[in-house]
């Protein structure tokens, strides 16, 4: 006879899987924790396995629970579409608010016009940015962040990205530089750089091509967003370099600063939209996701 199956330990492992803590996994189901450990009693029962193991002050899942975690969101998709409501999904009667996490010029260029196309595609739903984190904080698989626009990275293994477009590096200088109409490989060492890094870079595709060239360039600043290099770009001699995507919220508000192109054999940065495989079958992201992609497809 076959073993009757709970879906409800289906869903605690998935769970489990996904934050591999079990205190995590309990709140997510609004449980106490020694009753999620119950559960994951159950589920080691159920499946003939230990499921998760202590690996120091962490759980580490069994080549067992790896080989279950590829199927439990095929498994769980299904079940959710199965009690999905009959119709087409409308976004003009969605009301929801999505979590957005972009840097901060970026938000400023793009908001704007996603905030249109919301507002006549969906009314009665909203954006909400927020900036980039100075750490990888898994807010993505934690559902603190329904989706992030960026620059591609390496993801944790089950996140998802789509490609949104490329772009590459140019930068900015103050009116009336000594640089300007004189850009050379080697002009551009002979004034400091200030590198935009939220993780305190100093060096990157720039300095790579330049050390092809036998040059350095001297990073005299780094910091963590791009509106203070700005502002100290506009009184020094600082050479600002920056996305070509960045510069196009600059350049609409008017500041006292030239564009220049960078004489160098640069690799593209690609952009890309990126989330949970928890939302990939939910009608509402997979709107927005279609919009976001649709909505740079006609800036192109």
Known sequence: MPQKIDFNLIYALNLLLEEGSVNAAAEKMNLSAPAMSRILGRIREQFNDPIMVRAGRNLVPTPRALELKQQLGHIIAQAEALVEPNGAFDPHTLERTFVIRANDIFIGALGGGLLEMLREMA???SLKFIAESD???DALRSGKVDLVIGSSRNWHPEIKAQSLFTSTFQALVREGHPIIGQVTPETLTDYPHISVSRRGLT????DDALRDLGLVRKVALTLPGFHSAMMLTMKSD???PLPRHVL??????NLPLVEIDLPLELESVFIVQAWHPRLDRDPAHQWLRHTIKQYFLNRE
């Open 123 to 125: 009314p009665l739903s």
């Open 135 to 137: 750490i990888d904080d």
């Open 203 to 206: 060096q990157g595709p720039i």
């Open 238 to 240: 600082y050479i600002l």
């Open 248 to 253: 196009q919220g600059v350049s609409s508000i």
